[in-house]
């Protein structure tokens, strides 16, 4: 008789390369993000998870991170300039993100290089178009007028490999690892 299995692979968990946002950009978007809560409701992104994705995996099987992580340590990607100077609103997915009213090329750049290598590598079934944000609220309704966000600029000098999962205190966040952004080589 045959006997039915239904295996699945154990799963390194929810992956996405991200450049994590510098604890001074984190306070102020945090406290702003917390101001529109107190007004509007949602749910508030905690301090030390605002994070801006490069690349989204989704699931990976336990068996490939080795690979993953070789491919990424292998990859020469530049240092990028990061300027989040406005608040926005997606309806559709009730998300309150800064953003910037003019992404510096060389970010769109970097994402667009990461996602290409990863979908030659196989870890990546499609790309989409890379829209530069950071997450700071969600299961927003109404955001009411929003606040005007002072510049938050800075230059991104590593990026990370994170893992996420559902917890108690919502999404948590865990870095699996990191690497250096290439500074410009002067001559
Ligand atoms: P979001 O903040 O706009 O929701 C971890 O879930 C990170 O991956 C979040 O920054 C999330 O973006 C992003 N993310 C989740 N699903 C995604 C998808 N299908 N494509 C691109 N990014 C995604």
Not at 50 to 70: K, M, N
């Amino acid at each position: 008789m045959a006997v039915e299995t239904t295996y699945t692979a154990p799963s390194a968990g929810r992956l996405f390369f991200a450049l994590w946002v510098p604890p001074a950009c984190a306070g102020t978007l945090h406290a702003m993000a917390g101001a529109v809560v107190g007004r509007s409701g949602g749910r508030l992104m905690r301090e030390d998870t605002l994070h801006l994705t490069l690349a989204f995996l989704g699931d990976i099987a336990e068996r490939r991170l080795p690979a993953l992580l070789e491919h990424a340590a292998g990859l020469s990607l530049p240092r990028v300039p990061v300027c989040l100077d406005r608040l926005g609103f997606w309806a559709q997915n009730h998300i309150l993100f800064a953003g910037s009213s003019a992404p510096d090329p060389a970010l769109g750049a970097l994402a667009d290089s990461l996602q290409e290598s990863l979908k030659e590598a196989g870890f990546l079934a499609e790309t989409r178009a890379f829209v530069p944000h950071v997450t700071m609220l969600r299961k927003l309704l109404h955001p009411g007028k929003l606040p005007a966000l002072p510049a938050q600029a800075w230059e991104a000098e590593e990026f990370a490999l994170v893992r996420s999962w559902r917890s108690d205190r919502g999404a948590a966040y865990e870095t699996v690892a990191r690497w250096p952004l290439q500074a410009a080589v002067v001559s």
